[in-house]
């Protein structure tokens, strides 16, 4: 088996992930390379760990959260579609058998907020780990004065938490913002699609989805 460890050392598959997160620099989007695909990884481990799954499930949601954003290499539009076509020529090159990579081109084509459906456990884990990566050091641009109303949001999030409750009913995304630089309803305007593919997501893995900013339930 494929193994997460090994894609991590893999230069051909990080110089596709830092050239895609160059072409975002261009285009003046937040952060997509390195901290960014490790932190979903990390983060959908942990939903699936805390759920239950096996530990290949795990690797598997692991490997789809690496390899997720790649496409924006080819465009930012319809990235999701264009990683998996990626994904799924490096991961078949790289040995991986045929049910896993299903699994993990099946969770990258369906990763973006518009087109994608959380159709199995691993897609579901790598939605609600990617939408839920809003912090402040994603934000590239360090004048506030220049920012745009992403930036904006981004850089207002002093705080950010994931976390499934001890019953393994509810999992809360929970923000603490600051409101010098935005407020709460630009987080929820402009992240409601997100958050609304969270809770679809979340009903995948048998779970409730609620969005806490500033101590305030708001879905």
Known sequence: ???FEEL?????????????????????YTEHSFAHVTHVAETAAYILETMG?????????????YLH???NLV???DHSQSGAVMAFRILDEMGMNPTDLATVVTAIGNHDEGTGVPVNA????LILADKSDVRRSRVRNQDPTTFDRHDRVN??????????????????????VDPRFSSVMDYFEIFLGRMTMC???AEKLGLQFKLIINEQPLM
């Open 199 to 201: 809770r679809r997501a």
């Open 53 to 65: 799954y096996s530990e290949h499930d795990i690797e598997i949601a692991k490997i789809a959260a």
């Open 155 to 176: 850089y207002s999030v002093e705080k950010s938490q994931l976390r499934i409750n001890t019953d393994k009913t509810l999992i809360k995304l929970k923000l603490q």
């Open 122 to 125: 691993v897609a579901a884990a």
């Open 8 to 28: 991590k050392h893999n230069e051909t598959v990080n110089t596709y992930i830092r050239q895609a997160d160059a072409s975002l620099v261009a285009l003046g």
């Open 1 to 3: 088996m494929i193994t």
């Open 75 to 77: 465009n930012r539009v």
């Open 69 to 71: 954003d790649i496409g």
